[in-house]
């Protein structure tokens, strides 16, 4: 399976983007969907995830009612919709595919139980 994220970008504060990963090489309905993120000088962290089997979602503290993850598996694409945006969330954003975990890995952010990997796509949140 292999990953491309698009839709960063610069963004003022406040402001929204819409992160797609794109699934080819195989289908990402088999696959919990995670996303990562790893700012400037920072360790990569986890985000959100969504599920293989039932649609669960997770997400990390710091953007739970401002990041929305989501998947659509007849375009073999997942998307993280990201709004009211801050410049603490500026950082290099990675989808990533766990592979036969239902519904996600135990916990969700284990970047280990992640077996396939974007190139990433620049956020940058700044006025």
């Known amino acids: 399976l292999q990953l491309v994220e698009s839709g960063g970008g610069l963004v003022q504060p406040g402001g929204s983007l819409r992160l797609s990963c794109v699934g080819s090489g195989g289908f990402m309905r088999f696959f919990a969907i995670g996303w990562f993120r790893q700012a400037p000088g920072k360790e990569r962290e986890g985000v959100s995830c969504?599920?293989?089997?039932?649609?669960?979602?997770y997400y990390t503290d710091s953007v739970k009612g401002r990041f929305t993850v989501s998947r659509d598996n007849a375009k073999n694409t997942a998307y993280l919709q990201v709004d009211n945006l801050k410049p603490e969330d500026t950082a290099i954003y990675y989808c990533?595919?766990?592979?036969?975990?239902?519904?996600?890995?135990?916990?969700?952010?284990?970047?280990?139980?992640?077996?396939?990997w974007g190139q990433g796509t620049q956020v940058t949140v700044s006025s």
């Open positions: 990533a595919a766990a592979e036969y975990f239902a519904p996600a890995p135990n916990p969700w952010h284990a970047q280990d139980e992640y077996d396939y």
């Open positions: 969504i599920a293989m089997s039932d649609g669960s979602t």
